[in-house]
């Protein structure tokens, strides 16, 4: 049974008239409106034919200010840069970061995360590119498709299995 004492002792203490601020600062995009100015991150495998459209419209335009702001080489970006999912992706996620790093109620940390994480997603481009192989070709290489098969018994047998550690180790 709770009383008026008992919620007194397990209050937690303020710091002062500031402390509301500080919280808003600190949970801010806890409490943003889904949608909000960032618009909406998509799985790309996911989308309708519509929604494609204007998510590759958005990223071609992106990625022609990226490669003309840093001033992105091919061994980059290279031309036929959507051509290739693993490309795409890493050049997705990274329009996504830059994006939410310019929000109205940020309070100038999200531009410096931004450019932070830019060099790493600029090693691992390069990466995608080396493997590509177009750069060195100077003409797109088509990408060989990889699937795995999960229709062979041994796999199917596998998976009826949790695989984890037993607690009493």
């Not at 009383?3 to 397990?10: Q, S």
Request: hydrophobic share 35%; with cysteine.
């Amino acid at each position: 049974m709770s009383t008026d004492e008992d919620e007194e002792r397990f209050e937690i203490p303020s710091i002062g008239s500031d402390d509301d601020d500080l919280t808003a600062q600190l949970f801010r995009s806890a409490f943003r409106p889904p949608g909000g100015a960032n618009g909406i991150t998509y799985r790309w495998r996911d989308l309708e034919p519509q929604q494609a459209e204007g998510a590759w419209q958005a990223l071609a335009a992106w990625v022609r200010w990226l490669v003309a702001t840093y001033k992105l080489t091919t061994s980059v970006v290279p031309e036929c840069w959507w051509r290739h999912s693993e490309i795409v992706a890493e050049l997705y996620a990274l329009q996504r970061a830059e994006l939410a790093s310019y929000t109205p109620d940020d309070s100038g940390f999200g531009p410096l995360a931004f450019h932070e994480r830019l060099p790493h997603a600029v090693e691992r481009l390069r990466t995608h590119c080396r493997a590509a192989g177009c750069v060195g070709l100077q003409a797109h290489k088509e990408p060989t498709v990889r699937l795995l098969t999960t229709e062979e018994s041994e796999f199917r047998e596998w998976q009826r299995s949790h695989h984890q550690l037993e607690a009493d180790f």
